[in-house]
């Protein structure tokens, strides 16, 4: 296992097409995180998963977005109608509960015009 | 207001300089803290945790201040291979759930 990975590495699309992003998180670990990350600013949490269950959305996840992990492994993130304004690196992390320490994925990084 | 404040910097220093960053967390029910290291369109790494009773890794050391809430980031002699940007990042929970992060510090390590 090499770490998390997330496909694609980047993405350009029209604005108001739908976009899916893949990460697959480090096999042990039951935990998986979204966050999105804008120029300057630190990574912001989007949402979580423990095994296969969403715990919890940020706010920041408006209706557009929605995020699963059907088998309890990979995760889809997905963002219908798409804005300028979601243009951003989306960043998947893994952990094991009870561990300190994420490991994050190379991130997708999405460009909308 | 942000509940993880981080000076943006950029902190511009000769090499061999040692340099500190401070971070101010503002929920005083947070109970684990870590520094990451990100490099430039690089995914966060983890680079040290942030113990109550401080701790060093090599030529880092980390503080946590609960009473200040604050945390703190040394750097000794300190190298070009350093530049990045060093995220704050607090957790509220004993265990990893969600983790806050601060909009990081730039530093650059000039020859």
């Known amino acids: 296992d090499t770490g998390v990975s997330q496909d694609p590495r980047h993405k350009i699309t029209k604005r108001g097409q739908n976009v899916t992003f893949r990460c697959d998180p480090i096999?042990?670990?039951?935990?998986l995180y979204w966050y999105r990350q804008t120029l300057g600013q630190g990574p912001e949490f989007l949402t979580y998963?423990?095994?296969?269950?969403?715990?919890?959305k940020s706010r920041l996840l408006s209706d557009r977005f929605s995020a699963e992990r059907p088998k309890g492994s990979f995760s889809t993130l997905e963002i219908q109608r798409t804005e300028q304004g979601d243009s951003a690196m989306y960043l998947c992390?893994?952990?094991?509960?009870?561990?300190?320490?994420?490991?994050f994925g190379s991130g997708t990084r999405l460009t909308v015009v | 207001r942000k509940e993880v404040e981080q000076d943006p910097g950029p902190f511009n220093v000769p090499e061999g300089a040692t340099v500190a960053f401070n971070c101010t967390y503002s929920?005083?029910?947070?109970?684990?803290f870590f520094w990451y290291r990100q490099d430039c369109r690089k995914e966060p790494k983890l680079l040290m945790s942030?113990?109550?009773s401080g701790n060093e890794d090599g030529r880092f050391t980390a503080q946590l201040n609960r009473a200040s809430q604050y945390i703190s980031l040394l750097i000794r002699d300190s190298k070009l291979s350093d530049s990045a940007t060093y995220l704050c990042?607090?957790?509220?929970?004993?265990?990893?759930?969600?983790?806050?992060f601060g909009s990081g510090t730039r530093l650059s390590i000039r020859p």
């Open positions: 992390a893994s952990s094991l509960q009870g561990k300190d320490g994420y490991t």
């Open positions: 096999s042990e670990h039951n935990r």
């Open positions: 998963f423990q095994n296969e269950a969403q715990l919890e």
């Open positions: 929920n005083s029910a947070s109970q684990s």
């Open positions: 942030v113990y109550s």
């Open positions: 990042v607090v957790n509220r929970y004993s265990s990893a759930s969600k983790i806050i």
